[in-house]
């Protein structure tokens, strides 16, 4: 339970020369000047260095966030077992590193959504404390990811639509990026059915329902 994961030995190995004098891991000690009570803000070049070059920071919110967990679970379960227990150092600053991090790191899917989504409920249930900074780089944050995701929205409202005579374009065309029409898209439907093509082949070409295909191709 309390041996070192592969992970805390790299961080303990890279921070140990950061120790002060006379200092070691069984006693009261600093890394650089940095203690318990340190916040982020506060914690030294070294020790931030050390701490990011010991171990491989993840590289999207969700893995980032699956790191956090990890070792807050771990923590947790160690703490039951020693309600003395508390996290070294090292460990202490990656996790304060990786919070900022889940601050600042842009979502690059709605798995990442998700996972800062879990993040700022962790946040708000008091499970972590943070500045008032801090609170205004989430914020900002997720402001961008929303704008980012209601640009991606726009973009696949605006792929090519359904010609109104496949026959001449093709189901598809891009003279007028927008989404077709009711009547345009059943024009389409009934222009491959006349073709011979079945209701599932024209629901593929067509991105809708096969459903939709039988529904038009029995009102014809």
Do not use: K
């Not at 921070?15 to 203690?35: K, N």
């Not at 227990?85 to 990786?98: D, G, M, N």
């Not at 989430?138 to 704008?147: H, N």
Request: negative net charge; proline residues 6%.
């Amino acid at each position: 339970m309390f041996a070192d994961t592969p992970m805390e030995e790299a961080l303990r190995a890279a921070c140990e020369p950061l120790l002060g004098p006379h200092e070691t891991w069984e006693m009261d000690y600093h890394l650089d000047g940095w203690g318990s009570l340190g916040s982020r803000h506060q914690m030294p070049a070294t020790v931030r260095d050390a701490v990011c070059q010991a171990w491989p920071m993840p590289e999207t919110v969700a893995a980032t966030w699956a790191g956090y967990e990890a070792t807050d679970r771990l923590t947790r379960e160690r703490y039951t077992v020693d309600g003395y227990h508390e996290p070294h150092l090292f460990t202490e600053a990656r996790q304060q590193i990786v919070a900022e991090i889940l601050n600042t790191l842009p979502a690059r899917s709605l798995h990442d959504m998700r996972a800062r989504g879990a993040w700022l409920s962790h946040w708000a249930d008091g499970e972590a404390e943070q500045s008032r900074d801090d609170h205004r780089a989430a914020v900002a944050t997720l402001r961008a990811d929303i704008e980012r995701m209601g640009q991606r929205l726009r973009e696949r409202d605006e792929t090519p639509s359904y010609s109104s005579n496949p026959s001449q374009t093709g189901p598809f065309h891009s003279v007028q990026a927008r989404r077709p029409t009711r009547a345009e898209r059943h024009a389409a439907i009934r222009a491959l059915l006349a073709q011979g093509h079945g209701d599932r082949e024209i629901a593929r070409r067509l991105g809708i329902s096969p459903t939709t295909v039988g529904a038009v191709r029995r009102s014809a």
